[in-house]
């Protein structure tokens, strides 16, 4: 379901809730419509996110090269970095003020955690049948991004 979409179908029932990130929760007025607030300890949490800036290649060719490099420098783990860490920092003041409003926030163990994690494998097979069903090597693809969640959560 689209984010948008959530508030009211949760005013109307139709969802009991909803997984979305920390800095979602404001936009969306969560945290005026739930009580209850579910933390996945450690990294990646429950799921992650890809976000991706991109540039039209020939664009980035005709730029001169000292603009080229400026994009450079702020591109790539750099840029990653930086919003990484706005949003982690909007985790704890969104959360602080569901805290405020009287909202429960509950971390799960992490043996919890794992169960939901696990619940959820099938998923993640349904989405590896699609890949495969399409030529792509889903479990590289899954394998890889497993590698460099690890790598960059140290």
């Not at 163990?109 to 890949?131: D, F, S």
Request: aromatic share 6%.
């Amino acid at each position: 379901m689209p984010v948008p979409q959530v508030p009211e179908a949760l005013t109307q029932g139709v969802l009991d809730g909803a997984v979305v990130p920390w800095e979602v929760v404001p936009s969306i007025k969560l945290q005026e419509l739930v009580r209850n607030h579910t933390a996945f300890p450690g990294s990646p949490t429950f799921y992650v996110a890809t976000n991706v800036l991109a540039m039209n290649k020939a664009k980035y060719q005709s730029l001169p090269a000292d603009l080229r490099a400026v994009l450079d420098a702020q591109s790539g783990q750099a840029a990653a970095a930086m919003v990484g860490a706005m949003l982690d920092e909007q985790a704890v003041i969104v959360s602080e003020q569901a805290r405020r409003r009287g909202n429960t926030l509950i971390e799960l163990e992490p043996a919890e955690a794992e169960r939901w994690r696990a619940a959820c494998a099938p998923v993640t097979e349904a989405w590896l049948g699609q890949m495969q069903g399409r030529n792509v090597d889903g479990a590289a693809l899954l394998a890889d991004a497993r590698a460099l969640f690890a790598r960059y959560a140290a």
